[in-house]
């Protein structure tokens, strides 16, 4: 397990609370009955419904470990301090991208809340951590699986 922080905003940290406590209870339960059913079938070394269910039973304790290490590492982000001077994880950056003609925002957010196709990006995906520690009008350039991207920051909030 990774020692580095899991930075979460308190929404962030919120739905993750959430979501461990309906797969602690509601989960486990289901796949529990899941497995009991499935044993009452009778000979569990050939059953396909048996081996699936213990398959899920895995993927949920997995899912349930990953949640509970992402909240022992969980550092808050404060989204109410200004951002305004400097990127840093938990601003809103509004950047133009040479050769757009829109301006784009993102939020900088921790690995754990990334969606990238709503605008919150990771702070260490490789567009996130060239943006960090960045000024108002200043140019970055960043190099993406896609290529070279050019951008210049706006706005930072």
């Given at each position: 397990m990774?020692?580095?922080?899991?930075?979460?905003?308190?929404d962030?940290r919120?739905?993750?609370?959430?979501?461990?406590?309906?797969l602690?209870?509601?989960?486990?339960?289901?796949?529990?009955?899941?497995?009991?059913?499935?044993?009452?079938?009778?000979?569990?070394?050939?059953s396909g419904?048996?081996?699936?269910?213990?398959?899920?039973?895995?993927?949920?304790?997995?899912?349930?470990?990953?949640?509970?290490?992402?909240?022992?590492r969980?550092?808050?982000?404060?989204?109410?301090?200004?951002?305004?001077?400097?990127?840093r994880?938990?601003?809103?950056?509004?950047?133009r991208?040479?050769?757009?003609?829109?301006d784009?925002?993102?939020?900088?957010?921790?690995?754990?809340?990334?969606?990238?196709?709503?605008?919150?990006?990771?702070?260490?995906?490789?567009?996130?951590?060239s943006?960090?520690?960045?000024?108002?009008?200043?140019?970055?350039?960043?190099?993406?699986?896609?290529?070279?991207?050019?951008?210049?920051?706006?706005?930072?909030?």
């Amino acid at each position: 397990m990774s020692d580095k922080p899991a930075y979460l905003t308190r929404d962030g940290r919120a739905k993750l609370e959430a979501e461990l406590e309906e797969l602690q209870t509601v989960g486990r339960r289901q796949v529990a009955e899941r497995i009991g059913a499935a044993k009452e079938l009778g000979d569990i070394s050939e059953s396909g419904e048996y081996e699936d269910a213990k398959n899920q039973q895995a993927h949920l304790e997995g899912r349930i470990r990953e949640i509970k290490g992402i909240l022992s590492r969980a550092q808050l982000i404060d989204e109410e301090n200004g951002h305004g001077n400097e990127v840093r994880v938990g601003s809103k950056v509004t950047v133009r991208v040479e050769g757009e003609d829109e301006d784009e925002t993102w939020s900088i957010v921790g690995s754990a809340e990334a969606k990238p196709r709503e605008g919150k990006i990771s702070n260490e995906s490789p567009l996130g951590s060239s943006l960090l520690g960045k000024r108002r009008n200043q140019k970055v350039t960043v190099n993406t699986p896609s290529g070279t991207m050019k951008l210049t920051i706006v706005k930072i909030q």
